[in-house]
C-alpha cells in the first residue's frame, strides 16, 4: 500500500528538485522520489507547485522564421507526444487509484453498513436477553417466595384437610340422619297410603248406602203418594155413599 503522510511542501521540494534536474516533475515521478505517496494527495499539491512557477520575462523577440518554427512545431509535437506518452501510465496509475479509492469507499460503505446492522442485531439481541433476565429473576424471586410460603401453605393445607375431613363426617352423619328420615316418611306414607285407600273404600260404601238410601226414599216417598191418593179417592167414594140428612 502506498505511504501516508506526505506533505505539500515535500511534494514541492521534489517537484523543485526534479526540475532542477532537468526531468519532468510528473506525479509519478515525485511519488518515486518521494518513496511512495497518494497519487489523489500528490496532484494537487503539485498543480500548485507548477501554477507558482512564473516564467521569466524576456524581451520582445523577432518573428521566428518559417523554417525553424516548422521545425519547433515538430520538436514540440513530437516532445508533447512523448509527454503524453509518459503521462499515459500516470494518468493510468491515477484513474487505477481513483477506481482503487472508489473501490475502498464503496468497501468501507458497505463493511459500516454491515456493521451497522449487526450492531442494531446485537443490540436487539442484548435488549431481548435483558428482557429474559428480568423474566428469569421475576421468575427466581416467586419461586423464592413459594418456598419461603411453603410451610405456611403444608399447615393452610392441613387444616384444610381436617376441615373437610370433619364436614365429611358432618356429612355421614347428615346422611344417615336423612336417610332414617326417608326411611320414617317412606313408613308414613306407606301407612297414609293404608289409610287413604280405607277411606276411600269407607267413601265408596258410603256413596253406595247413600244411593240405597235416596232409592228407598223415593220409594217411599212414591208410596206416600199413591196413599194420600188411595185416601182421598177413600174419601170421595165415603162421601158419595152417605145418607141425606134430614131437616
Known amino acids: 500500500m502506498p505511504r501516508t503522510g506526505v506533505t505539500r511542501e515535500q511534494v514541492h521540494q521534489a517537484a523543485a528538485a526534479l526540475a532542477t534536474e532537468g526531468a519532468n516533475p510528473t506525479v509519478q515521478a515525485v511519488r518515486t522520489r518521494l518513496g511512495g505517496g497518494s497519487p489523489n494527495r500528490i496532484t494537487p499539491w503539485l498543480a500548485e507547485w507548477r501554477e507558482a512557477q512564473t516564467p521569466p520575462q524576456v524581451d520582445a523577440l523577432p518573428e521566428i ?17 512523448q509527454a503524453r506518452a509518459r503521462l499515459a501510465p500516470e494518468r493510468q496509475a491515477l484513474d487505477d487509484a481513483q477506481t482503487a479509492l472508489k473501490r475502498e469507499r464503496e468497501q468501507v460503505r458497505a463493511e459500516t453498513r454491515e456493521l451497522k446492522a449487526l450492531a442494531e442485531e446485537r443490540q436487539a439481541r442484548l435488549r431481548a436477553q435483558g428482557a ?64 287413604l285407600s280405607e277411606e276411600r273404600q269407607a267413601r265408596q260404601q258410603a256413596e253406595q248406602q247413600l244411593a240405597e238410601l235416596r232409592i228407598e226414599l223415593a220409594t217411599l216417598r212414591e208410596r206416600t203418594a199413591q196413599r194420600e191418593q188411595f185416601q182421598q179417592l177413600l174419601d170421595a167414594v165415603r162421601g158419595q155413599q152417605a145418607p141425606p140428612i134430614e131437616h
Not at 522564421?65 to 507526444?81: E, K, N, S, Y
Open 132 to 195: 429474559e433476565l428480568e423474566q428469569a429473576r421475576a421468575a427466581v424471586l416467586q419461586y423464592r417466595k413459594q418456598l419461603n410460603g411453603l410451610p405456611a401453605e403444608r399447615d393452610r393445607l392441613r387444616e384444610q384437610v381436617a376441615r373437610l375431613q370433619a364436614e365429611a363426617v358432618r356429612e355421614q352423619e347428615t346422611t344417615r340422619q336423612a336417610k332414617q328420615t326417608l326411611d320414617l316418611g317412606g313408613k308414613k306414607i306407606s301407612a297414609l297410603e293404608h289409610a
Open 65 to 81: 522564421p518559417p523554417a525553424i518554427d516548422h521545425a519547433m512545431r515538430h520538436l514540440w509535437t513530437l516532445a508533447w507526444q
